[in-house]
């Protein structure tokens, strides 16, 4: 880190005090973290590590591992391999479930079982992984729990067979893929299939004593797509910034990036939070944080990043309990607080847009504002001139149209209205007409207008 990358002496101290607490008060054998700015670490800081550059100490990350399986998943669906529609059956052919589709395994709104099939009285995350082959005679049709779409019900059975998935389409195993495809192009280099020779080591820690129990570290077989992977604060760094959008651009497309942060379910067990494709969508005060935590026996880890302020935070744990995402939110809570971030400088429009201006300026549908602004980017912002207005944005796409992206009118359509004479006296959005005054004589009126137009209110 250079000096101007890093935080202040201040700042540094309040989150190196937030992570000692958290060790201290977990009984966490070691702990290191790690704040960025898009990709770049900017601090870091351990408690109970002895490594000289605890940073780049591998840890098992368990789930957050599901994030780059469907990162794959979605490259997949972007070179036109599958949709995401497809039932998984089409695809993994010899499933009880395959009419479920990929989708819903990705936003785990399969109604799968929540934990992959083994022997009476195994937990799978601690004893040897099986083949595909073991794993498709154990299933059973039982395994499916509840209706697809019906609720958020997480299920790492359904991310071993998203990998399953990547490896068959792409013909290779799921690891080579993720190394070649993700891996390798955003330079993470310490992150592996099987530890380092240096990586930390899993322990349990009694919970009535302060000693500690070394715990297995097993490759996870035909789950590994759920939990395999080890990596450094470091490297969840640059995959932080990789998911705001501040790195990797060829990794995968930005609207494709944006798909898998919107959520599509919501998991209520701990409190509200969404689940897009592979993360979970955290609303808080600061702006939504994406990520996804992680737990297999002697690690817990969390990434989270905030694409509002880019940043992000990374949590490495060798224990088989602790809150690293709770940790995690609360140095970037930290961070923002005390150094927040100062956002893009504003530029106007490089070249003016005739057909686009136009369209800004106030319009109402029925008695009810709204105000449309062309912004540097060439998207048109909406911002509402009464209290539960439908702010968002619309922007061009190749054939011309406005599509909305976000809120009410997302994937909606803005097309103007024209008179005889091409002017534009209208704009229908998703079928809400608005004019440029309320009730405008002059414009469509859907249902029509009175004829004595605007009146007192008789007694």
């Known amino acids: 880190m250079t000096a101007d990358e890093e935080v202040s002496p201040s700042t540094a101290r309040h989150l190196l005090a937030a992570l000692a607490r958290t060790q201290r008060e977990g009984r966490l054998p070691s702990l290191v973290a790690g704040v960025t700015r898009g990709p770049e670490l900017i601090w ?19 789930s957050i591992t599901k994030i780059m399986t469907a990162v794959l998943v979605l490259r997949l669906r972007d070179e036109g ?21 990929v989708l819903s395994l990705l936003a785990h709104e399969s109604g799968l079982r929540a934990e992959l099939p083994g022997e009476p009285g195994q937990w799978w995350e601690r004893v040897p992984g099986i083949s595909w082959a073991e794993f498709v005679d154990r299933l059973r049709p039982d395994d499916v729990r509840s209706p697809a779409g019906r609720r958020f019900h997480y299920s790492n059975l359904g991310y071993a067979v998203l990998g399953e998935l990547v490896a068959r389409l792409r013909e290779r195993p799921w690891y080579e893929v993720l190394q ?25 820690v009694h919970p009535w004593a302060d000693l500690v129990l070394p715990e297995p570290a097993v490759d996870l077989g035909v789950g590994a797509a759920a939990g395999q992977l080890w990596s450094t604060v470091t490297d969840l760094g640059r995959f932080g910034g990789f998911l705001m959008g501040a790195s990797g651009s060829g990794v995968l497309a930005p609207s494709s990036l944006a798909e898998m942060a919107e959520p599509t379910g919501v998991d209520v ?9 592979g993360m979970f969508n955290f609303e808080r005060a600061g702006g939504d944080l994406l990520g996804h935590g992680g737990s297999v026996p002697g690690y817990v880890a969390g990434l989270f990043v905030n694409p509002g302020q ?8 060798n224990g088989t309990n602790g809150n690293s995402n709770g940790l995690a939110m609360q140095l970037l809570d930290l961070l923002r607080e005390r ?15 005739d057909e686009a201006l136009a369209l800004t300026g106030t319009w109402y549908w029925g008695p009810n504002g709204m105000g449309l602004r062309l912004t540097a980017d060439g998207d048109l912002a ?3 001139l009464e209290y539960g207005s439908r702010n968002g944005r619309f922007r061009r796409d190749s054939a011309g149209e406005w599509i909305g992206l976000e809120g009410y009118h997302q994937g909606e359509r803005l097309s103007p209205v024209r008179d005889a004479e ?5 704009l229908d959005v998703g079928t809400f007409i608005f004019t440029r005054e309320p009730y405008d004589p002059s414009a469509p009126t859907p249902g029509g207008r009175d004829p004595e137009g605007w009146r007192p209110l008789s007694s």
């Open 310 to 317: 880019q940043t992000g935070a990374v949590v490495l744990t």
């Open 269 to 277: 067990g701990g409190g509200r939070r969404g689940y897009g494709l």
């Open 44 to 62: 870091s800081g351990s408690r109970g590590s002895s490594a000289a550059s605890p940073e780049q100490v591998q840890y098992r990350i368990g």
């Open 382 to 384: 909406v911002h509402g």
């Open 180 to 204: 070649a495809e993700l891996l390798t192009p955003l330079g993470m280099d310490r992150t592996t299939y099987h530890p380092l020779p240096d990586a930390a080591p899993g322990w349990a």
């Open 81 to 101: 391999r599958l949709a995401l529609e497809d039932p998984i059956g089409k695809h993994v052919p010899g499933l009880p479930f395959g009419e479920r589709t």
């Open 339 to 353: 150094e927040p971030y100062l956002g893009p400088t504003w530029r106007p429009l490089e070249q003016a847009d």
């Open 422 to 426: 091409g002017r534009v006296v209208a």
